[in-house]
């Protein structure tokens, strides 16, 4: 018999960091959506990623910096720019 569970597809398209608790990488993801200036304590206190056997804390630096780093790089992205015409001049006449 088969059981559907509605959080498989997430959780199989997703990469586990920590085993222990089984923290994917989109449980951390969507917590650093969330809140971006978070550093890695906020993430492991939040989440429980590698708070039992510590395993995967070198894993889970390199992703959290990682995605820190997509992040940084959008919000640079999506900063509108509008170029200022500087050679116009004001000329002054009589009043």
Do not use: W
Not at 7 to 34: G, P, Q
Not at 44 to 66: D, H, K, N, P
Request: charged share 25%; with cysteine.
């Amino acid at each position: 018999m088969f059981y559907f569970c509605r959080n498989a597809a997430v959780f199989f398209m997703s990469r586990l960091i920590c085993l222990c608790n089984r923290i994917t990488t989109n449980r951390i993801e969507n917590f650093l959506k969330k809140f971006p200036q978070a550093e890695l304590s906020d993430v492991m206190q939040s989440t429980a990623a590698s708070t039992s056997c510590g395993r995967c804390r070198r894993e889970l630096e390199s992703f959290v910096r990682q995605i820190k780093g997509k992040h940084e790089n959008k919000s640079k992205d999506s900063q509108l720019t509008i170029p200022f015409d500087y050679s116009f001049t004001i000329k002054k006449g009589p009043h």
